[in-house]
């Protein structure tokens, strides 16, 4: 499956976001898809992840209550909609698809380019 992350941008703190993931290739209800993130010298972490059938979510502390994933299976896309944002959540965005997944940089065998979302304070 190929992915492809857009949506990135410089926002304020106290500004919203949504990221977008369109995924093509093999089917993707099948796939259990997660946001993860990497500021500069930092190792990538997990952000969010969605089950196959949308029916779970799960979040990283650092943003739970601010950020929403969701998926649209008949759009094979998935979404990441960041609000109240903080300086702290400046990274490189990538959005990833596995048909496991997890919380793990290694729980995913397919990843997007990344899109830059810097957070002015």
């Known amino acids: 499956v190929q992915l492809q992350a857009s949506g990135g941008g410089l926002v304020q703190a106290g500004g919203s976001l949504r990221l977008s993931c369109a995924a093509s290739?093999?089917?993707?209800?099948?796939?259990?898809m997660g946001w993860f993130r990497q500021a500069p010298g930092k190792e990538r972490e997990f952000v969010a992840a969605?089950?196959?059938?949308?029916?779970?979510?799960y979040y990283a502390d650092s943003v739970k209550g601010r950020f929403t994933i969701s998926r649209d299976n008949a759009k094979n896309t998935v979404y990441l909609q960041m609000n109240s944002l903080k300086p702290e959540d400046t990274a490189v965005y990538y959005c990833?698809?596995?048909?496991?997944?997890?919380?793990?940089?290694?729980?995913?065998?397919?990843w997007g380019q990344g899109t830059q979302v810097t957070v002015s304070s």
């Open positions: 990833a698809a596995d048909e496991r997944g997890g919380a793990g940089t290694d729980e995913y065998h397919y």
């Open positions: 290739g093999r089917s993707f209800r099948n796939y259990v």
């Open positions: 969605i089950s196959r059938s949308h029916s779970s979510t």
